[in-house]
């Protein structure tokens, strides 16, 4: 079955110069091992294409059920010099929550 | 065992200091730690100094103070802030006449050495290449165009000013975390290699620098469960001896201290968790614990450190060209048609009057202006409006200018029914954000710290 990742996680997004930062934070252990399964670096690079321009890394936090996205080149060059609306990246993160995974 | 209560001050300069007053009222604490200084606020202080050599420090400091300082006074809090930002002895002067004035006899310690866009060259005879962290890129394709150049500094200087008996420590730029962690060291003793205790004081200051995001403030879970955003509270650590921290706020404020809202906070802006770096210790988050012992009570225990890194960060930026913008709206039906039909007729007519920007970028208010080519395109029939912005890179200014002047017309000479037009605003100057490294020791020589009072 597919679901929303907005259904079953909470995100927060941050900026550090053209980078940006997105941990997303499952409810439960069960529900952060779909996640850590399903929401794999190389998806979350697609799912952001046309936005990001470098690689993103994961890292894994399971200590606090969360996983930890780097995204480089996230953001025009950096909060500011970025030309955009969401200079900051701050929506980044509920732009993440709309990816679809297998659960 | 013995323990402190900080209160987390602003979380950037132009935050509220409101809440701030709650928890000095009725959140029982010893000290107030405030960061005023986001990446980009130097450049704006250095625009300021620009115009008048006294300015660059945040201004802020002096109406903050004296609207907190009858309370604080009352409570026996003291206060560590960046406020001091490319000017902390022109803080520190502006500062002593405010308290000479309003009658206090509170001593002012001043942390110097952070700053050295002046000595740049010295740095590179000393063989510090200062090329870009990320990309290695050399240092003289922006040199002549920096604006400042600041060393993140670590937790030590501060320390010292509050040993020497400062009631207020007015610092430039610092590790965020640092301004929590230097209190931490100055009453619990805890010693510069002891770094597990170092590293829960790092997490107790990231969780609370960025003071509302750890109570309840831009939470992505379920933000209508928050009670109170308007009176909300700003986050209280309490921390013993060993380490061990709890998490709260002021009674009677809004908001919501939890597991979920801190564990937000504890990723904010982090990279990898297991190596958080920072002038004072190499933090690994992913050993910490942290559990709800009560309501708005988070214990948070259990974070490692390993050895300070060698080097430290320095953020410089540098003039980097104008961003020329302008809005305009329209209304339903069809109101994205006609926004992308105003936006193909500009492109145009910027092309052919030669204004040729480095980059354009439009977007949409009210459909794809915040998630770009992730705003889902299932959902634009019959939207009630739609704002087109056009944002041009330009390297002059009045390149960038022109770009407002071409769209006043579409209101006689466009699609229909517009609303809306007027968001030209002045070109505002972009700025490149320049992260290199460099040994601390040739960073730390130049610390000075000194207290004075009125």
Same mark, same amino acid.
């Given at each position: 079955?597919?679901?929303?990742? =907005?259904?079953?996680?909470?995100?927060?997004?941050?900026?550090?110069?053209?980078?940006?930062?997105?941990?997303?934070?499952?409810?439960?252990?069960?529900?952060? $091992?779909?996640?850590?399964?399903?929401?794999?670096?190389?998806?979350?690079?697609?799912?952001? $294409? #046309?936005?990001? *321009?470098?690689?993103?890394?994961?890292?894994? !936090?399971?200590?606090?059920?969360?996983?930890?996205?780097?995204?480089?080149?996230? /953001?025009?060059?950096?909060?500011?010099?970025?030309?955009?609306? $969401?200079?900051?990246?701050?929506?980044?993160?509920?732009?993440?929550?709309? &990816?679809?995974?297998? !659960? | &065992?013995?323990? %402190?209560? %900080?209160?987390?001050?602003?979380?950037?300069?132009?935050?509220?200091?409101?809440?701030?007053?709650?928890?000095?009222?009725?959140?029982?604490?010893?000290?107030?730690?405030?960061?005023?200084?986001?990446? /980009?606020?130097?450049?704006?202080?250095?625009? #300021?100094?620009?115009?008048?050599?006294?300015?660059?420090? *945040?201004?802020?400091?002096?109406?903050?103070?004296?609207?907190?300082? @009858?309370?604080?006074?009352?409570?026996?809090?003291?206060?560590?802030?960046?406020?001091?930002?490319?000017?902390?002895?022109?803080?520190?002067?502006?500062?002593?006449?405010?308290?000479?004035?309003?009658?206090?006899?509170?001593? !002012?310690? =001043?942390?110097?050495?952070?700053?050295?866009?002046?000595?740049?060259?010295?740095?590179?005879?000393?063989?510090?290449?200062?090329?870009?962290?990320?990309?290695?890129?050399?240092?003289?394709?922006?040199?002549?165009?920096?604006?400042?150049?600041?060393?993140?500094?670590?937790?030590?200087?501060?320390?010292?000013?509050?040993?020497?008996?400062?009631?207020?420590?007015?610092?430039?730029?610092?590790?965020?975390?640092?301004?929590?962690?230097?209190?931490?060291?100055?009453?619990?003793?805890?010693?510069?290699?002891?770094?597990?205790?170092?590293?829960?004081?790092?997490? =107790?200051?990231?969780?609370?620098?960025?003071?509302?995001?750890?109570?309840?403030?831009?939470?992505?879970?379920?933000?209508?469960? %928050?009670?109170?955003?308007?009176?909300?509270?700003?986050?209280?650590?309490?921390?013993?001896?060993?380490?061990?921290?709890?998490?709260?706020?002021?009674?009677? *404020?809004?908001?919501?201290?939890?597991?979920?809202?801190?564990?937000?906070?504890?990723?904010? +802006?982090?990279?990898?968790?297991?190596?958080?770096?920072?002038?004072?210790?190499?933090?690994? &988050?992913?050993?910490?614990?942290?559990?709800?012992?009560?309501?708005?009570?988070?214990?948070?225990? #259990?974070?490692?450190?390993?050895?300070? @890194?060698?080097?430290?960060?320095?953020?410089?930026?540098?003039?980097?060209?104008?961003?020329?913008?302008?809005?305009?709206?329209?209304?339903?039906?069809?109101?994205?048609?006609?926004?992308?039909?105003?936006?193909?007729?500009?492109?145009?007519?910027?092309?052919? *009057?030669?204004?040729?920007? +480095? +980059?354009?970028?439009?977007?949409?208010?009210?459909?794809?202006?915040?998630?770009?080519?992730?705003?889902?395109?299932?959902?634009?029939? $019959?939207?009630?409006?739609?704002?087109?912005?056009?944002?041009?890179?330009?390297?002059?200014?009045?390149?960038?200018?022109?770009? #407002?002047? /071409?769209?006043?017309?579409?209101?006689?000479?466009?699609?229909?029914?517009?609303?809306?037009?007027?968001? &030209?605003?002045?070109?505002?100057?972009?700025?490149?954000?320049?992260?290199?490294?460099? @040994?601390?020791?040739?960073?730390?020589?130049?610390?000075?710290?000194?207290?004075?009072? @009125?």
């Amino acid at each position: 079955m597919k679901k929303q990742l =907005v259904h079953l996680a909470h995100a927060r997004s941050g900026d550090k110069g053209d980078k940006a930062n997105i941990a997303i934070f499952a409810p439960d252990r069960a529900t952060y $091992d779909i996640l850590a399964r399903e929401v794999t670096p190389e998806r979350v690079r697609a799912h952001f $294409d #046309g936005i990001v *321009t470098g690689r993103v890394e994961r890292f894994e !936090v399971p200590n606090v059920l969360a996983l930890n996205f780097v995204l480089h080149g996230a /953001l025009n060059g950096g909060a500011s010099r970025s030309l955009r609306s $969401d200079a900051l990246g701050k929506s980044l993160s509920s732009a993440l929550l709309r &990816m679809e995974i297998e !659960v | &065992m013995k323990s %402190i209560r %900080i209160a987390a001050g602003l979380g950037f300069y132009g935050d509220s200091w409101r809440p701030v007053k709650a928890s000095i009222e009725r959140g029982n604490v010893q000290y107030v730690a405030s960061d005023h200084l986001a990446e /980009l606020t130097l450049a704006i202080l250095q625009k #300021g100094r620009q115009r008048d050599a006294r300015l660059g420090y *945040t201004q802020d400091l002096v109406p903050m103070l004296a609207d907190l300082l @009858p309370l604080a006074t009352s409570h026996g809090v003291k206060f560590i802030m960046n406020a001091g930002g490319l000017n902390p002895l022109g803080a520190r002067e502006t500062l002593l006449a405010a308290l000479r004035k309003l009658g206090y006899n509170l001593k !002012v310690g =001043v942390v110097l050495g952070d700053a050295v866009l002046d000595r740049l060259d010295a740095l590179q005879a000393e063989g510090v290449s200062l090329a870009h962290m990320d990309t290695g890129a050399d240092i003289a394709t922006v040199r002549a165009r920096l604006l400042f150049a600041s060393a993140y500094l670590g937790a030590r200087p501060l320390v010292e000013a509050l040993d020497a008996g400062a009631d207020i420590v007015l610092t430039g730029r610092v590790a965020d975390a640092a301004l929590f962690l230097a209190p931490l060291v100055h009453e619990l003793g805890w010693r510069w290699d002891d770094w597990d205790r170092l590293a829960q004081g790092i997490v =107790v200051g990231h969780l609370l620098e960025c003071s509302a995001q750890a109570t309840g403030g831009n939470f992505g879970g379920d933000w209508r469960s %928050i009670p109170d955003l308007a009176h909300i509270g700003y986050p209280i650590a309490e921390v013993w001896e060993n380490g061990d921290a709890v998490i709260t706020k002021a009674p009677g *404020t809004g908001g919501r201290v939890s597991f979920d809202t801190l564990r937000e906070q504890l990723l904010y +802006e982090v990279h990898d968790p297991a190596h958080y770096l920072t002038p004072d210790v190499d933090v690994d &988050m992913t050993t910490l614990h942290m559990e709800e012992i009560g309501p708005d009570q988070v214990r948070v225990s #259990g974070a490692s450190g390993r050895p300070a @890194p060698s080097t430290l960060k320095i953020v410089a930026g540098y003039e980097d060209g104008y961003m020329g913008q302008a809005t305009i709206g329209y209304a339903w039906p069809d109101a994205l048609a006609k926004a992308q039909l105003a936006a193909q007729i500009i492109t145009q007519q910027m092309a052919e *009057t030669g204004l040729l920007p +480095e +980059e354009t970028l439009i977007e949409y208010l009210g459909y794809n202006s915040i998630h770009g080519p992730l705003a889902d395109p299932a959902r634009v029939d $019959d939207l009630n409006e739609v704002y087109l912005r056009i944002a041009i890179r330009c390297a002059d200014k009045k390149d960038a200018a022109r770009l #407002g002047r /071409l769209l006043p017309p579409l209101g006689l000479s466009g699609p229909p029914f517009i609303g809306g037009l007027g968001g &030209m605003t002045e070109p505002r100057s972009l700025l490149g954000i320049w992260p290199t490294l460099a @040994p601390r020791a040739i960073i730390e020589e130049y610390i000075r710290v000194s207290v004075e009072e @009125p």
